[in-house]
């Protein structure tokens, strides 16, 4: 009787009386729902483009418009993504045209990745959608967005930098 009580004094309706319990001061709790929001938003903006849906695809477009020649290796540590999972990445970026493998200069028995033609049309394109996705924090001003960039990218270069050179 008594858990059927607190059953019913417990009902929410509404989000804003939400109580996240211990998920309030779990700052892995808000990175995944903020990255889902995210992740829908920027989805949305690339629908219809080879690289919407699915991780890893803008990522590693964006790494090898930069760095050509660059290791499927490289790009999995930067995405912070298992060798499989990037490989298939790659898989689909190379059946659609995007990107092209060639022996490495260095090393004949590893991949350098390129982007073909189609892939550097498609980076320039999605980089102007990615520059527009800071619309999706319009009430944040300037600052506490660079504030939170910095935060970000500081823990994202610390975990990459710990873990380059594991597998």
Aim: charged share 30%.
């Amino acid at each position: 009787m008594a858990a059927e009580s607190h059953a019913k004094q417990s009902t929410v309706t509404r989000v804003d009386d939400v109580d996240l319990d211990v998920l309030e001061d779990t700052l892995s709790f808000f990175i995944r729902s903020l990255n889902l929001a995210v992740s829908r938003d920027l989805d949305a903006r690339l629908d219809g483009l080879d690289v919407a849906r699915g991780t890893g695809k803008v990522t590693a477009l964006f790494l090898i418009g930069r760095h050509p020649g660059i290791r499927p290796s490289v790009i999995a540590a930067a995405a912070m993504m298992d060798r499989s999972a990037i490989g298939r990445v790659l898989d689909g970026m190379e059946r659609h045209g995007l990107v092209r493998r060639e022996p490495d200069s260095e090393d004949g028995r590893v991949q350098a990745l390129f982007l073909t033609e189609a892939g550097e049309t498609l980076a320039a394109e999605v980089r102007a959608i990615v520059r527009e996705s800071r619309a999706f924090f319009h009430d944040m001003s300037d600052s506490e967005y660079a504030q939170v960039v910095d935060l970000l990218r500081n823990i994202y270069w610390r975990i990459v930098k710990s873990h380059s050179g594991r597998g």
